[in-house]
Structure formats: structure tokens, C-alpha cells
């Protein structure tokens, strides 16, 4: 399926969010204001996945997307790299059974070929496993970059023009069916926890019109109460894509989606 871009066409708004991407930040303080060693922060952290994987499905949201790592990521002590790495690991081999049964699919983007073979391995398996499942898509953006994303998607437009021996017509519609989530509507809702309030090169791209919402409390003490909370938030808004709000309330806008 392709999905329309934000820019090209407005959208049409639906009542609860399709899409909600996290930026899953606060781990290691959640730890630290507890004389807890960091790692164990992103221990919990690892629940808290768990327990927003499933209100997410509670409340039919289609698309779940999660920030577990990022390239700059890398530059962190040696000890938290390998341990976020095996927690990766055990978490692939252990849950993907449950996704399966509870009609989960998962997918994994971002630049896997700096991880290990096992987790590349791992990786495939889980997503071939769960691939036919047709309930909530659950996307972990891993070594995943907002500028790694738009750059591999112009290496692979670029090399389709050599290939065809043409210029390819390159717009804001069709450029993003190369970008790693091609399969996914742009965000409406985008959650950073843990209280900063930056996009830390998460989905730089598909968050030209997505609606952010930003709390101080840190991912392991995140559950769907407080997504209730983001969600209320994201409700409230007026989705303007560029329009007065005069124009929400006429009959016009379906006009603006027949032009599309
Ligand atoms: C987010 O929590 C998890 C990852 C980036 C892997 P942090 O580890 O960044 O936690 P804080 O921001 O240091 O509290
Ligand atoms: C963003 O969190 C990345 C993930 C949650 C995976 P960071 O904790 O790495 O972000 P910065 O460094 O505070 O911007
Ligand atoms: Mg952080």
C-alpha cells in the first residue's frame, strides 16, 4: 500500500492516532534516582515495551514504532553498548512467540549490518515469522537514523536512475516509498519520554506534520495511563496541515481531498 505524504495532500485525520512513534528516552536516570546501575533501567524499560505493545493493541492503533538505539548511541561506554545488545537479543528470541500468537507483526529498521550476525539472524527470523500477522505492525528503529534513512533512500533513487538509464521523476509523494518505512503512514503522534524535548535524529523525515507530545516521565514508569495522557493530548489538537481553522469546520476540506 502506498500512503499519501502529508506535504502532497492532506490527510485525513482519523479520531485515534494510526501511527504513534517513541522516542523510549529516561532509562538510564529512571536507574540512576534509584542508586541502581543504568543497564537495570533499560531492563524495565524492556516491560514498559511490553505493556505499551499492548494497550497500543487494546486501542487499535495500527502502527507502533519505538527508538531503541540510535548510530550516535554507539558512542556510549562499551559495557552499556554489549548489554543493550544481549537484552536485544534475549528479547528477540524470547518474545517473538508471544508477538506471533497475539497477531503482532514486527519489523526492524535501520542499518542492521553493524550488529552482529546473531542478531541479523534473529532479526529475519522474527520478521518472517510474524509476517502474515495482520494486528498491530510494531516497528523497532534500531541503529535507525533520520539521516541514514533519507540517505539511503537517494543512494537507492539514485541508483534506479543509472540502472533505467533515466532521470526518475523524484517528488515528496513517491520519494518516501524508499525510506525504511515505506509501509507505514507517516506518525500522527510522536511521544518522547524522560523530558527532553528534541528529535534526536529519530524520523526526521515522516515528522513534517506529525502532532509531538512531550513528558518528563521516564520509560520505565511509562504505562497506558500516561498513553492515555499523550493520547487525550493528540485529540485535542487541530491537525491544520497548512489550513486556517476556519477551513477544518467547512464542508471545503472534502474538496481539498478530491484534489488529490
Ligand atoms: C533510552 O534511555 C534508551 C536508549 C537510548 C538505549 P537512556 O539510556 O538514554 O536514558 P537517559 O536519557 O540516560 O536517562
Ligand atoms: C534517543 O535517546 C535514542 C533512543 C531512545 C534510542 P538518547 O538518550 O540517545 O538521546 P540524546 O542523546 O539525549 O539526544
Ligand atoms: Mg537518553
Same mark, same amino acid.
Given at each position: 500500500?502506498?500512503?499519501?505524504?502529508?506535504?502532497?495532500?492532506?490527510?485525513?485525520?482519523?479520531?485515534?492516532?494510526?501511527?504513534?512513534?517513541?522516542?523510549?528516552?529516561?532509562?538510564?536516570?529512571?536507574?540512576?534516582?534509584?542508586?541502581?546501575?543504568?543497564?537495570?533501567?533499560?531492563?524495565?524499560?524492556?516491560?514498559?515495551?511490553?505493556?505499551?505493545?499492548?494497550?497500543?493493541?487494546?486501542?487499535?492503533?495500527?502502527?507502533?514504532?519505538?527508538?531503541?538505539?540510535?548510530?550516535?548511541?554507539?558512542?556510549?561506554?562499551?559495557?552499556?553498548?554489549?548489554?543493550?545488545?544481549?537484552?536485544?537479543?534475549?528479547?528477540?528470541?524470547?518474545?517473538?512467540?508471544?508477538?506471533?500468537?497475539?497477531?503482532?507483526?514486527?519489523?526492524?529498521?535501520?542499518?542492521?549490518?553493524?550488529?552482529?550476525?546473531?542478531?541479523?539472524?534473529?532479526?529475519?527470523?522474527?520478521?518472517?515469522?510474524?509476517?502474515? =500477522?495482520?494486528?498491530?505492525?510494531?516497528?523497532?528503529? $534500531?541503529? %535507525?537514523? !533520520? +539521516?541514514?534513512?533519507?540517505?539511503?533512500? #537517494?543512494?537507492?533513487?539514485?541508483?534506479?536512475?543509472?540502472?533505467?538509464?533515466?532521470?526518475?521523476?523524484?517528488?515528496?509523494?513517491?520519494?518516501?516509498?524508499?525510506?525504511?518505512?515505506?509501509?507505514?503512514?507517516?506518525?500522527?503522534?510522536?511521544?518522547?519520554?524522560?523530558?527532553?524535548?528534541?528529535?534526536?535524529?529519530?524520523?526526521?523525515?515522516?515528522?513534517?506534520?506529525?502532532?509531538?507530545?512531550?513528558?518528563?516521565?521516564?520509560?520505565?514508569?511509562? =504505562?497506558?495511563?500516561?498513553?492515555?495522557?499523550?493520547? $487525550?493530548? %493528540?485529540? !485535542? +489538537?487541530?491537525?491544520?496541515?497548512?489550513? #486556517?481553522?476556519?477551513?477544518?469546520?467547512?464542508?471545503?476540506?472534502?474538496?481539498?481531498?478530491?484534489?488529490?
Amino acid at each position: 500500500m502506498i500512503h499519501t505524504s502529508s506535504t502532497m495532500c492532506t490527510p485525513t485525520v482519523t479520531e485515534v492516532p494510526r501511527h504513534i512513534a517513541i522516542i523510549m528516552d529516561g532509562n538510564g536516570r529512571w536507574a540512576e534516582s534509584r542508586r541502581l546501575p543504568r543497564v537495570s533501567g533499560h531492563v524495565k524499560g524492556l516491560e514498559t515495551v511490553k505493556i505499551i505493545t499492548k494497550s497500543c493493541t487494546m486501542r487499535n492503533i495500527k502502527f507502533l514504532t519505538l527508538f531503541a538505539f540510535s548510530p550516535e548511541n554507539w558512542r556510549r561506554p562499551i559495557d552499556e553498548v554489549s548489554f543493550l545488545m544481549r537484552l536485544f537479543i534475549s528479547a528477540l528470541e524470547r518474545e517473538i512467540a508471544h508477538l506471533y500468537t497475539n497477531n503482532i507483526r514486527l519489523r526492524v529498521v535501520g542499518d542492521l549490518s553493524m550488529f552482529e550476525p546473531r542478531i541479523q539472524d534473529l532479526v529475519q527470523n522474527a520478521e518472517a515469522k510474524t509476517a502474515s =500477522n495482520t494486528g498491530l505492525i510494531l516497528t523497532i528503529a $534500531a541503529n %535507525y537514523g !533520520g +539521516r541514514w534513512d533519507i540517505l539511503q533512500a #537517494t543512494r537507492k533513487i539514485a541508483q534506479q536512475c543509472v540502472d533505467d538509464n533515466s532521470i526518475q521523476s523524484v517528488n515528496e509523494s513517491n520519494f518516501s516509498q524508499y525510506l525504511a518505512m515505506a509501509y507505514a503512514p507517516e506518525p500522527d503522534l510522536f511521544i518522547r519520554t524522560g523530558g527532553e524535548q528534541r528529535v534526536s535524529n529519530f524520523l526526521l523525515w515522516q515528522l513534517a506534520y506529525t502532532e509531538f507530545y512531550f513528558t518528563g516521565v521516564f520509560w520505565p514508569e511509562f =504505562n497506558d495511563m500516561e498513553l492515555g495522557k499523550a493520547i $487525550a493530548s %493528540y485529540c !485535542g +489538537r487541530e491537525r491544520r496541515f497548512g489550513r #486556517t481553522g476556519e477551513q477544518l469546520t467547512r464542508k471545503s476540506q472534502n474538496i481539498d481531498a478530491l484534489l488529490c
